[in-house]
């Protein structure tokens, strides 16, 4: 979920651009900038994008492991220990 504090303009990002990179490395938290009002981009630090990517990474293996369980459970896949 987005902060409410952390939406700026882009106009305002582009002004000040270096002390908006220095409080998203070190927050790791991203920011929405909006243009005209509306919420267009998210910037975030590319350490905490890292970490957002290895978290859905994880996730993605973690059912992909259940759902392989579930179907062995099921007798629908697998190979007999004994094979």
Request: aromatic letters at 2%; hydrophobic letters at 40%.
């Amino acid at each position: 979920m987005v902060d409410l504090n952390d939406i700026h303009p882009m106009t305002g990002f582009l002004r000040d651009h270096k002390a908006h990179i220095q409080r998203l490395a070190q927050t790791g938290k991203p920011e929405v900038l909006t243009v005209n009002g509306s919420a267009r981009v998210v910037v975030q630090d590319v350490a905490a994008y890292q970490k957002l990517l290895d978290q859905v990474q994880l996730a993605e293996d973690v059912r992909i492991i259940r759902d392989r369980l579930a179907g062995v459970k099921r007798g629908e896949a697998g190979v007999p220990l004994e094979e």
